[in-house]
């Protein structure tokens, strides 16, 4: 079956330390976004790729970084400088919106929950 | 600037009577609308969408939605609810000008949780 794979389900962080999540898909979509959500606060962007080694920052991309190394995976590292990691991260993909993808919705991961000891 | 607000934070409703989840969006553009259904740490799942055509737009699980251009809303109604309805639903929009700056960013607003008691 085709769709994205979030690892791991759950995460803790300790001080100063960064952290990765991983984000796989196998549903050839060329866009892959991630963002967070917070309780009462909907979803809001971190970071999107249309493309292979290419990426834009979101709404809130302070504290994170990523990379577009390979179509089919797009990891979120939370950086020491993210003074308030602890949410729920969630990773989607879709059809390159430039190429036809507009009318497409995205697909979504199922999360990784985020923690500081 | 886009934008969408879903104005109830909760929404109660008893088994086997009709709900209806509102969304009221901004967009410079023609709109590109959405409905997701979030179950307790789980992903997004795709309800339906507007694009074009018919006002009245049916989805998975037995879900349908309006779009009403004059009062920019995009409510989702079902006519009968299940206690397995219940989740929080997010409503989405994206400005659907094909111009190349048009980067297809979803918006999506805060959220509704749909409580069905028995």
């Known amino acids: 079956d085709g769709g994205i794979t979030q690892s791991p389900k759950y995460l803790f962080r300790k001080e100063g330390q960064n952290v990765t999540l991983s984000c796989e898909q196998n549903?050839?979509?060329?866009?892959m976004y991630w963002y967070r959500q917070d309780p009462g606060q909907g979803l809001r962007l971190i970071y999107y790729s249309q493309i292979v080694n290419d990426f834009q920052k979101g709404d809130i991309a302070e504290g994170y970084s990523v990379s577009r190394e390979k179509k089919e995976s797009f990891p979120l590292t939370v950086t020491s400088a993210q003074k308030n990691p602890t949410a729920f991260y969630l990773c989607?993909?879709?059809?390159?919106?430039?190429?036809?993808?507009?009318?497409?919705?995205?697909?979504f991961g199922d999360g990784t929950r985020l923690s500081i000891l | 600037a886009q934008s969408v607000a879903q104005p109830e934070d909760q929404v109660n409703v008893a088994e086997g009577n009709p709900l209806t989840v509102k969304c009221t969006y901004s967009v410079s553009g023609n709109p590109y609308l959405f409905w997701y259904v979030q179950y307790p740490n789980r992903g997004l799942q795709f309800l339906l969408k507007y694009i074009t055509g018919d006002n009245l737009v049916k989805g998975s699980y037995g879900f349908e939605a309006e779009f009403n251009k004059s009062q920019t809303s995009f409510h989702l109604k079902k006519p009968s609810a299940l206690v397995s309805d219940s989740a929080l639903y997010f409503c989405?929009?994206?400005?659907?000008?094909?111009?190349?700056?048009?980067?297809?960013?979803?918006?999506f607003g805060q959220g509704t949780t749909l409580q069905v008691k028995p």
């Open positions: 989607a993909s879709s059809l390159n919106p430039g190429t036809g993808g507009l009318y497409q919705p995205q697909h």
């Open positions: 549903l050839n979509h060329d866009a």
């Open positions: 989405a929009v994206r400005d659907g000008n094909r111009g190349s700056s048009n980067t297809g960013k979803l918006i």
